[in-house]
């Protein structure tokens, strides 16, 4: 049996008995910002990370058992990227983080499973949010032309993480975290990866993707799903406390 075969109902009641924990929190949290109740706020925000790390690595285990039945589909991945960009602006709208986009003026066709990648690039993403300065913090994505490839660039100047420490992460066969994911989407549909030190002395990790020479492009076949107890949206989820930490 693959290690990675679970009960998906068990995984999701987990998952949503979790998630519905941490919104409570989040609507708690903001109250007791209202309230300058800090040190009241200091404590919830703990047992709320905590709570984090079990729904996150919940929802990867259930995200590994979902890679025998992929979905691949032909898409542009300039416009599906700036969606998940626009998902994670509307959890930032309080704070000062600066999220840029930077899409191709080409137009770059790739198939993989859209779901599988949205999942993989939000593990990516919403960490670099979390982890960088509330006043000053900035995170940059790209999307380019590279040779044969599609290049997606994601450049953060938060406190940052050694390459040997990121590749010792991805190479860890019995983890489930965020970067188990990305190895297992990047072994799946032939996506290869580098990680980088920022110039200003954050993680920068670039992937690239083969384009795509098939004709059955849709966009509109192509969507986020952010259902309330989405995968999607429960990894969205952790930028609300993104948002209330800057306020506190």
Do not use: W
């Amino acid at each position: 049996m693959d290690k990675y075969s679970l009960k998906p109902e068990s995984v999701n009641a987990i998952c949503r008995h979790m998630y519905e924990a941490i919104a409570l929190s989040s609507q708690f949290a903001f109250n007791l910002e209202q309230k300058e109740m800090y040190d009241e706020l200091d404590i919830l925000k703990r047992q709320t990370s905590c709570c984090f790390k079990v729904l996150s690595e919940t929802i990867n285990m259930l995200e590994m058992g979902k890679y025998n039945n992929v979905n691949p589909k032909v898409f542009d991945i300039n416009e599906f990227v700036e969606d998940i960009v626009s998902a994670c602006r509307s959890r930032l709208r309080k704070t000062k983080i600066k999220l840029l986009f930077e899409p191709s003026i080409l137009s770059l066709h790739v198939e993989v499973d859209p779901e599988r990648f949205a999942v993989c690039f939000l593990n990516i993403l919403v960490n670099s949010l979390a982890n960088i300065d509330r006043e000053e913090g900035e995170v940059k994505i790209s999307v380019k032309p590279f040779g044969r490839d599609a290049m997606l660039q994601i450049i953060d100047n938060g406190y940052g993480m050694s390459v040997q420490k990121a590749t010792e992460y991805i190479n860890d066969k019995d983890s489930f975290s965020g970067f188990a994911v990305l190895k297992r989407f990047c072994d799946t549909f032939g996506v290869s990866y580098i990680f980088e030190t920022s110039q200003n002395g954050g993680f920068a990790i670039s992937l690239k993707f083969p384009l795509s020479s098939g004709s059955d492009f849709n966009s509109s076949q192509v969507t986020l799903n952010e259902g309330t107890f989405s995968p999607i949206n429960m990894i969205l989820s952790k930028l609300d406390f993104v948002e209330i930490d800057a306020l506190y």
